[in-house]
Each structure stands twice: as C-alpha cells, then as structure tokens.
C-alpha cells in the first residue's frame, strides 16, 4: 500500500505560477512511475504528466506542454508539478498517482491521492 498526499494548491490569477507536491509513504517510492492527472468540474480526469522512475524521463500533455514541469526527489519521496503561466483551463483538482509504468492512462496507475485544488483566475 502506498498512501500519497498533495499540496501546495490554491487560487492563483492567469500568468501565475504554482508548485504541486506529492509526497509518498513507502520507501520504494524510487521505484514508481510518477503522475499528475487533473479533473476539472463537469470534466472527466485527464492527464497531465508522468516521470520515470530514474530522473530524466519526463511526459506532457499537449494542454501542459511548455508550462508545466514534473520533476521528483527521490531522497524525499516526493514528486513536484511546477506550473507556470497558469490560465483559467489549468482550473481543476490535481491528483498525483503511482505505477509501474510508463502510461497515461489512468487504469495503469495504482496507487492515487486525495487531490489538491488549483484555482485560476482571469
């Protein structure tokens, strides 16, 4: 079992930045594939990115790219999400989830986290 836990969410005007953390539970936390996926309100959960288990793999949405950059600590067991020059659309809960693999599909994700609320103002 492995219990991940974000923060560093809240309300933001559009040109802003934010950093998402998710820290993890287990001490395997190396050997996990890391995502972030977003669910905005009346929208079904995408995803966002994903970084490999060693340092130096990382993966965008087309939505994300250019703005966002994932990147993770394993000493901490901790996986980040900075998000620069926010936009309204980037509105959503922010989920990070553990895997085995490299996917974007949320079905290869097992482990997810409670989720953290980014707000974008205009």
């Known amino acids: 079992q492995v219990q991940l836990v974000e923060s560093g969410g809240g309300l933001v005007q559009a040109g802003g930045s934010l950093r998402l953390s998710c820290t993890a539970s287990r001490r395997t936390f190396s050997t996990y594939v890391m995502g972030w996926f977003r669910q905005a309100p009346g929208k079904e959960r995408e995803f966002v990115a994903y970084?490999?288990?060693?340092?130096?793999?990382?993966y965008y949405s087309d939505s994300v790219k250019g703005r966002f950059t994932i990147s993770r600590d394993n000493a901490k067991n901790t996986v980040y999400l900075q998000m620069n020059s926010l936009k309204p659309e980037d509105t959503a809960v922010y989920y990070c989830?553990?895997?085995?693999?490299?996917?974007?599909?949320?079905?290869?994700?097992?482990?997810w986290g409670q989720g953290t609320q980014v707000t974008v103002s205009s």
């Open positions: 989830a553990s895997g085995r693999f490299i996917r974007t599909t949320q079905r290869d994700y097992d482990y």
């Open positions: 970084i490999s288990r060693s340092v130096g793999s990382d």
